[in-house]
């Protein structure tokens, strides 16, 4: 059967100028079987699709397993070794996110320092006559 890949790959490879025998050895050397290989090859060189060889469905086979060994009255069942119940181990307890009291202090002095600063610039006069008046 043609795959599209080999015959996609052998256009692709005449279209670069190599010749067919070339590309088709290079897709044999990259795996592809001979008769996929040449069955594209040939489709490219006709256009006519090989005709399929039917395939021959395999009978199933089935295979015999021994009879299994019939249990014996006499013997009592065996129990299994009881285990003890497995715990589960203890679950830290969930800890509060810290980065969230970080962000909303952060916050906080950001607000603070936009504030004074359009503080500042709207009350430059009035706080250089006060810092004049100190003496500085």
């Given at each position: 059967m043609v795959t599209i890949e080999v015959l996609e790959g052998l256009k692709q490879a005449i279209?670069?100028?190599e010749s067919l025998q070339r590309a088709m050895q290079s897709f044999t050397n990259a795996g592809y079987s001979q008769e996929e290989v040449?069955?594209?090859?040939h489709y490219l060189q006709t256009g006519v699709m090989p005709t399929p060889q039917p395939i021959m469905p395999q009978?199933?086979?089935?295979?015999?397993?021994?009879?299994?060994?019939?249990p014996s009255i006499s013997q009592p069942p065996t129990p299994l070794p009881s285990q003890p119940p497995q715990q589960?181990?203890?679950?830290?307890?969930q800890q509060k996110n810290i980065?969230?009291?970080?962000?909303?202090?952060?916050?906080?002095v950001l607000v603070?320092?936009?504030?004074?600063?359009?503080g500042i610039l709207f009350?430059?006069?009035?706080?250089?006559?006060?810092?004049?008046?100190?003496?500085?």
């Open positions: 279209a670069r100028g040449e069955e594209a090859s009978q199933p086979t089935l295979q015999k397993f021994p009879p299994l060994p019939t589960l181990a203890p679950q830290a307890p980065g969230t009291g970080w962000i909303i202090l952060l916050i906080v603070i320092l936009v504030g004074a600063l359009f009350f430059k006069d009035s706080l250089t006559t006060f810092f004049n008046s100190l003496g500085f």
